[in-house]
């Protein structure tokens, strides 16, 4: 149980296009959802929190209007990074929290954007 | 500020040897700790967590971490070393004031010789 996929698990595009990223928990409700980025051989850094239904909460220096996050569904949250440029070129990782374990994260496998 | 160290940037032990990876947290009170294994290019993996009780935790893979308050840390441990456990590993913290988001530390690279 607690499963958590991401799609795509690599894609690569051109500067400027807009690349979307959903996170889905396959076996049960995510009330909550985490958007992580992780640059080569560095940490995780937390982006966003997306909560069911409401806007997303953005750490400070994550600019809201280029990470797009929605969480329409208790089973799915979207990462838009739009105009995207080079250094958006990183590995995003999605984390989902269930209704019913509410201090453990399950996280997806990642995303690896490279923009070209 | 919450912030979580993790001393050690690379660690070289000989397969079979001990390991130990240090990690240490300054938090207002005591959060949920958690460790994890990342092989390149994958995601994340859980080897084990700590919410309360018992300080000494069991999880995969044979590792244990031990939670110690007076000294804000939570190292990890394993008796003896196994080649495919070359990998990044994360300390990671949590707390209920922070929607439970986990605040990583920088990670510990692990390399294991023959």
């Not at chain 1, 909560?51 to 838009?80: P, R, W």
């Not at chain 2, 080649?83 to 510990?108: I, M």
Request: with cysteine; hydrophobic share 35%; proline share 4%.
């Amino acid at each position: 149980g607690a499963v958590v996929s991401q799609h795509p698990s690599r894609v690569i595009c051109k500067s400027g296009t807009s690349v979307k990223i959903e996170c889905r928990s396959l076996d049960f409700q995510a009330t909550t959802m985490f958007w992580y980025r992780q640059f080569p051989k560095q940490s995780l850094m937390l982006m966003a929190t997306s909560n069911e239904g409401s806007k997303a909460t953005y750490e400070q220096g994550v600019e809201k209007d280029k990470f797009l996050i929605n969480h329409a569904s208790l089973t799915l949250s979207t990462l838009t990074v739009t105009s995207a440029h080079p250094e958006d070129s990183s590995f995003y990782i999605c984390s989902a929290r269930s209704d019913r374990v509410y201090n453990e994260q399950f996280f997806g496998p990642g995303t690896r954007l490279t923009v070209l | 500020a919450q912030s979580v160290t993790q001393p050690d940037i690379h660690i070289t032990v000989s397969e079979g040897a001990s390991l130990e990876l240090r990690c240490n947290y300054s938090y207002g009170a005591t959060p949920y700790l958690f460790w994890y294994v990342q092989s390149p290019g994958q995601g994340l993996q859980l080897l084990l967590k700590y919410f309360s009780g018992d300080t000494l935790v069991q999880g995969i893979k044979g590792f244990e971490a031990e939670f110690k308050r007076s000294q804000s840390s939570f190292n990890l441990r394993k008796p003896s070393v196994h080649w495919s456990d070359a990998a990044e590993y994360f300390c990671a913290v949590g707390a209920p004031n922070s929607g439970y988001a986990l605040n990583f530390g920088k990670g510990t690279s692990l390399l294991v010789t023959p």
